[in-house]
């Protein structure tokens, strides 16, 4: 069985930073795409930013010269390190990836989320 494990969140002041961590574990053969998502109270989710295998990266707007994605492929593992923290950060983060397990076809996981919240 595949899981997904956010962890890092926490309460930070404006201007702030925080690191985020995803950790993929189980029978994995291979992992493809992995994603920083978020999602605020009465928002949608949003993509925050995207790592493939290969290293290419997108992010959304909003935080392009704030965040930086990263990935140890070795560990399995997706980090988001986030700086200049703004109270419009505030939201649960997610991580998604798109994984293959031992004896399965790819499918996207999610983790549980993990709170950020950017207040004075």
């Known amino acids: 069985q595949v899981q997904l494990v956010e962890s890092g969140g926490g309460l930070v002041q404006p201007g702030g930073s925080l690191r985020l961590s995803c950790a993929a574990s189980?029978?994995?053969?291979?992992?493809?795409?992995m994603g920083w998502y978020r999602q605020a109270p009465g928002n949608q989710r949003e993509l925050v930013a995207a790592i493939t295998t290969a290293g290419s990266i997108n992010y959304v707007d909003s935080v392009k010269g704030r965040f930086t994605v990263s990935r140890d492929n070795a560990k399995n593992t997706m980090y988001l390190q986030m700086n200049s923290l703004k109270p419009e950060d505030t939201a649960v983060y997610y991580c998604?990836?798109?994984?293959?397990?031992?004896?399965?076809?790819?499918?996207?996981?999610w983790g549980q989320g993990t709170q950020v919240t950017v207040s004075s």
């Open positions: 998604n990836a798109i994984i293959r397990a031992y004896s399965d076809i790819e499918r996207l996981y």
């Open positions: 189980g029978s994995i053969f291979s992992i493809n795409s």
